[in-house]
């Protein structure tokens, strides 16, 4: 009996679950389908998620059946309206029978045709297709990103059930979860209500046969007219507001209860509600809730401990006040009554490479390139040897890239990168090995390795030179990193020259300069003097030579 009780749960909740969403204007149901009409302008693509989100699709008219159906449904509407036939790819094919168009089930089986005779098999012509009661409901051809006046969903399923039988005098009233009814329905779907008239009494289909109710309280409040709760046996029962009772002949409706002098609950003070079991009363609470010690609080049921909630791969239960909600997974999403896989690479989250899983995707990088330990979505240089290409620019040959820790160089037959030696530049405090693209730093026993390179001795160590002199055997490092540290920049490393050296290169750079300055101002001295006597013995020269002097006489 639990069993079954079970799966009524499981089965119905699944149902309401899938009847979100917005309501249609109409339906119609026969055999083991039920098709909707909505009017609700919208383009092809957002018609069919409207139908997907309530378990269906757009409507297919694969047989004569299902297009007189059109004349029911469409019989006081006007306008054009979706079905769910379209072309997906290539161009339209004149001969073939749906003419190289598809229905959105992803078959092409049907035994009929209604393509209007406007059609149109060029490459250009429009992709989806609507109805209208206009020209008879022909097929016509629609560009799939206008807005029709509305369109129309299918839904399929399993075990309905039949109309109730109706006495003189009465009449009954039932309601699908599509979100339609009305009277005169033949076939109605798991999950579908029904209420007699005058008795109020209430009905839900579950496996062809309709059960009466109070239902199970995880459904439309067991069909109750005001609250459902479990009463002491932990069945189902109805129960409604202060000065009310429950009707005895449909155990669903609220009537004016007999007066009493002093009201049996009060001395109770139960937290939501007072439940008559024969000649005694006791506290009940709300669906949702549960009893608590003191048998007059109520307190939050988690529901989620039942694992038939929640039915389907990929849902996961969230408990709620008084409730509970079905969620999917994440990278999931709810499509109908499945939580389907998101496909998240449509996004494009990777700069290289993306490849969709179950719930996730997984990013990886082309070739000469790795995942960038900041960020694994993006992808870095890398060479991995001594050297390797260089990448350059189609456009630009002399415009080329190196991965960190290389250097460019360029050859004759191109340019190449060549691992750089990290550790001659004395980025590591002690000891350092380099590797390709970077370099990993050590420190000798008695110190630990800080901020990846520098070393810092160890205040418990009574080694007081760290094991770097003394006994002259090698040292072996012990603490080790595995990826390239941040060390100093190699263009603002600590200078090896103490205070006394530095000061020592100025005096001597000073020193130098005046002697410099000094030279040179004595040799242009001595380069003057020199001009000078010269222009000196010139004119004496001129006044003490002896001339040749002749006489005209």
Not at 60 to 86: A, C, E, K, P, Y
Not at 139 to 163: H, I, M, V
Not at 282 to 295: E, P, Q, S, T
Not at 465 to 490: N, R, Y
Request: proline residues 6%; hydrophobic residues 30%.
């Amino acid at each position: 009996m639990k069993d079954v009780a079970g799966l009524f749960v499981v089965v119905l909740t699944s149902l309401m679950r899938r009847a979100g969403g917005i309501e249609p204007n109409s339906g119609y149901c026969i055999g083991n389908q039920c098709f909707t009409v909505f009017q609700d302008p919208s383009d092809f693509s957002t018609a069919q998620h409207q139908c997907g989100d309530g378990g269906g699709h757009l409507m297919t008219v694969r047989s004569s059946v299902s297009h007189d159906v059109f004349f029911m449904l469409l019989g006081n509407f006007t306008g054009r309206f979706w079905i769910g036939l379209q072309q997906t790819a290539g161009c339209p094919d004149a001969a073939a029978d749906l003419k190289g168009f598809q229905w959105v089930t992803k078959d092409n089986e049907s035994d009929f045709f209604n393509w209007a005779p406007s059609f149109d098999s060029s490459c250009s012509s429009h992709r989806c297709v609507s109805v209208s009661q206009d020209d008879e409901f022909k097929w016509t051809q629609e560009p799939c990103d206008e807005r029709a006046d509305g369109f129309l969903c299918e839904y399929t399923f399993n075990e309905p059930c039949k109309s109730l039988a109706v006495a003189e005098g009465e009449s009954v009233t039932y309601r699908t979860p599509m979100g339609f009814g009305g009277e005169d329905v033949l076939s109605l779907p798991p999950g579908s209500t029904a209420i007699r008239m005058p008795a109020e009494t209430k009905y839900v289909c579950f496996s062809e046969q309709w059960l009466q109710a109070p239902w199970s309280c995880e459904i439309q409040e067991g069909g109750c007219e005001y609250k459902c709760a479990m009463d002491p046996k932990n069945e189902p029962s109805c129960y409604c507001p202060p000065e009310k009772s429950v009707n005895p002949a449909n155990k669903v409706t609220c009537e004016v209860g007999e007066q009493f002098a002093e009201d049996p609950c009060l001395p109770l003070r139960c937290e939501h509600a007072c439940y008559k079991s024969g000649d005694s009363y006791a506290c009940v609470c709300d669906h949702g809730f549960k009893l608590a010690r003191d048998g007059r609080s109520c307190v939050d049921f988690n529901d989620c401990t039942d694992e038939r909630q929640c039915p389907g791969d990929n849902f996961v239960c969230v408990n709620t006040v008084g409730g509970f909600q079905c969620i999917c997974k994440d990278g999931f999403k709810v499509t109908g009554a499945l939580c389907v896989d998101v496909n998240e690479c449509a996004s494009a989250p990777c700069e290289h490479k993306c490849t969709n899983t179950d719930g996730s995707y997984a990013c990886s990088c082309y070739d000469g390139y790795k995942a960038d330990p900041k960020s694994p979505n993006k992808c870095k240089l890398h060479c991995g040897e001594e050297e390797c290409a260089a990448e350059c620019d189609p456009n630009d040959k002399f415009q080329c890239y190196c991965p960190d820790g290389y250097v460019a160089e360029e050859r004759a037959d191109g340019t190449v990168c060549i691992d750089m030696d990290e550790c001659s530049s004395f980025f590591c405090d002690q000891h350092c090995t380099n590797t390709f693209g970077g370099y990993v730093c050590a420190c000798s026993p008695g110190y630990t390795l800080v901020d990846q390179f520098r070393c810092v001795k160890n205040e418990d160590d009574t080694d007081t030179d760290g094991g770097l002199e003394g006994s002259g055997a090698a040292t072996t490092p012990v603490i080790l990193i595995t990826t390239p540290p941040v060390g100093p920049d190699p263009t603002g490393q600590p200078s090896a020259v103490t205070v006394g050296g530095l000061v020592g290169i100025i005096v001597c750079t000073v020193f130098f300069i005046v002697l410099v300055v000094f030279l040179t101002h004595h040799i242009l001295n001595g380069r003057g003097k020199m001009e000078s006597a010269g222009a000196l013995k010139a004119p004496e020269g001129e006044a003490h030579g002896l001339h040749h002097v002749t006489s005209d006489t």
